[in-house]
């Protein structure tokens, strides 16, 4: 079902987040990049305003600044890791909001939403599981997948 060898990007969400270009695992440099860039993945699409994201990555950070400095360096880092690879148009960045773009990737979980054949094989019940705000995401995959087998 995925060729995670073809041109555009395949972003494995089931089981642990990561990301593939032609074959090759991505690695990043900062932790908050990759995750600012699973809560893209997991808005699927829809602009995800800065200060979402600041409370998001923050983990409790009390100084609402330093937050939005916080996503403001993880972006910086993000773009330079999907440069790296020529692969920095699958993110898009608007006035105080980022996305991610949808027609630059293939993913599992999106796949599995609308409900592409097979897609649902490949999900065993966890769902970005490194990310405990992937839960609320995990929990609507769970009943559709439940829903489809059923």
Same mark, same amino acid.
């Not at 987040?17 to 995750?35: H, T």
């Given at each position: ?5 073809? !041109?555009?990007?395949?972003? @494995?969400?089931?089981?642990?987040? !990561? $990301?593939?270009?032609?074959? +090759? ?6 932790? @908050? =990049? ?5 809560? $893209?993945? !997991? &808005?699927?699409?829809? =602009?995800?305003? $800065? *200060?979402? $994201?600041?409370?998001?990555? %923050? +983990?409790?950070?009390? /100084?609402?600044?330093? =937050? #939005?400095?916080?996503?403001?360096? *993880? &972006?910086?880092?993000? @773009? ?8 920095? #148009? ?20 999106? /796949?599995?939403?609308?409900?592409? +054949?097979? *897609? %649902? ?11 405990? &705000? ?5 929990? %609507? ?7 489809? @087998?059923?």
């Amino acid at each position: 079902m995925f060729d995670i060898n073809m !041109d555009k990007v395949y972003v @494995k969400t089931f089981g642990g987040f !990561d $990301l593939y270009y032609r074959g +090759e695992l991505i690695y990043f440099s900062s932790s @908050k =990049a990759k995750e600012l860039l699973a809560v $893209l993945v !997991d &808005w699927r699409g829809k =602009a995800v305003t $800065l *200060a979402h $994201l600041a409370g998001v990555l %923050s +983990e409790g950070e009390r /100084d609402e600044a330093a =937050a #939005k400095q916080a996503v403001h360096l *993880a &972006w910086h880092r993000l @773009k330079q890791t999907l440069k790296k690879y020529g692969i920095e #148009k699958i993110v898009i960045k608007g006035r105080g909001t980022y996305a991610i773009n949808k027609e630059q990737i293939v993913c599992d979980s999106y /796949d599995m939403v609308r409900q592409v +054949e097979g *897609a %649902s094989n490949y999900f065993a019940g966890e769902y970005m599981p490194e990310y405990s &705000w992937a839960e609320v995401t995990l929990s %609507s995959l769970m009943r559709d997948y439940f829903e489809e @087998k059923f």
